[in-house]
């Protein structure tokens, strides 16, 4: 195979050019064929400069005297004053040369025996250097020995030794022929414009498939698994069923006046547009404010208050025009029990149609709420559900519906971390304590507001003073303006009631100050008959009484 190697000789650092002609005929192998060796001008090592000597290598001792046709007068030479030092020891075992060859020391002309000429065949001359694998290496054309370099007589020893010519095969090329190299360049300029268009052709693929991918979610129309629509319905006692019996009759109140404005809701109560809600939520519009009414499907409607009252903190309004209204049934509050379920609806933080759940928490709980006139006129007096529904600014007229969807209470103030109860549109949020009005004095409020514009308040005609700090309601010395503290002819002087007595119980329940009596008595109608303990002089006496009535504001 042509390995586009070329074929001339070539030498190798270990080969040492010489001289062709001198030839040399081996003599353990006789034959009428020269062998052409090249050899070095020999000189005797006396005439070899003290400079030069350092570089002769000594060569081993041959029994046969090669002999060199005349070359050029050799180099005038000074006597040497002392022997020349070999580079290494004599080798005891006559390795060549004095170890082998090596970096640390050239290695010495390596030559072949001449071959026998077959049939009186003559035989080239071989070259005196060899290449490790038997190949011969012609010297350089032109090469004259330098004149200083000694000639050494070799042995016959060393004539067919060569510590690199184990038989091989000689080096081939694995690439393509020295010829080819334009075939390969062009081979390349291929690949490469084919390379290109390739990856144009990929990268359009690939931005359409990208495109499509991201315009449909993916190259397959993915669907996850899902339960069908229902047309079961919720239990009416439940929370949902619930909602959904009581938000039609319930409404969001906007209300703005000349200084305020505010939000609240309210709940209908019949068919003629009446609505029910908190005093302090109508409050903002004054007598010339704005009141509009949203209903829980959307549709609004303009309102005009009919009457209200700060001591109940009730206030009712009516729309026109409105046709399709659902009143909200009322329940009766005096049925319900601690831990009964609940639900508030309203629209907190003017979010409409909120619904929140819980239970009743406590009855029978005496709160006061307002007074932020100063004069105490407008401070309501709240016998109040206590639920932890919760209940935030917006909930306040909403109503507190009960598991049948009846209104049992009518949601009114919140208790706060800070400064104890008060009305809830003060608030900043619910923390579970929430309070509505019960609906049975609600209803009687809103029956009278909606009759006579007016509300009447159950009264036992006394003055409390409500600076006491003991326990029960002091009837004060004086009452205002210098008038009597019992009301002469009045329902308490009646009952045998005077100044300086403390009223403890209002029909068997306990009572603790001045707010708590009233809220006691304010929860009755006017008419009804109560049964008062009190304490006089120490000595604790009971008296009974009926409440006369007096026109709220």
Known sequence: MEDAKSTGP????????????????APDEPSSVEDAVPTADVTDVADVTEAHAADALPQPSAPERVTSPPVPEPVASAPATHPVAPLHEPDQYSTPPYGGPGPWAPAPPVQ?????????????????????????IAPAPGFTPPPHAPQQPQSTQWLQYDPWGAPRQPLTSSGPPLGAVGRKKNRSGSLLVGGVLLALVAGGIGGGIGAYVERNGGLTQVELPQTGPSSVGRAPDSVAGIAASALPSVVTLHVSGSTESGTGTGFVLDDSGHILTNNHVVAPAGSAGEITVTFSGGETARAKVVGKDSGYDLAVVKVTGVSGLKPLPLGNSDNVQVGDPVVAIGAPFDLSNTVTSGIISAKGRPITAGGEKGDGSDI????????DAPINPGNSGGPLVDSDAHVIGINSAIRAADNGSTTEGGQAGSIGLGFAIPINQGKRVAEELINTGKATH??????????????????????????????????????????????TEVDGERVHSGEELIVKIRAHRPGDRLDLGLTRGGKDLSISLTLGSATGT
Request: no cysteine; hydrophobic share 30%.
């Open 10 to 25: 070539k030498a190798k650092w270990w080969s040492r050019p010489t001289p062709q002609g001198t030839t040399r005929t």
């Open 112 to 136: 072949r025996p001449a071959p026998t000429p077959a049939h009186s065949t003559a035989v080239p001359p071989q070259y005196a250097g060899t290449n490790g694998a038997g190949i011969s």
């Open 380 to 387: 309501s007096y709240v016998d109040a559900l206590q639920t």
């Open 458 to 503: 159950p009264v036992i005609g006394v003055t409390l003073d409500m600076k006491y700090t003991g326990d029960g309601a002091k009837v004060g010395a004086k009452g205002e303006a210098g008038k009597p503290a019992v009301i002469p002819d009045g329902p308490g002087a009646r009952a045998g009631i005077k100044p300086g007595d403390v009223i």
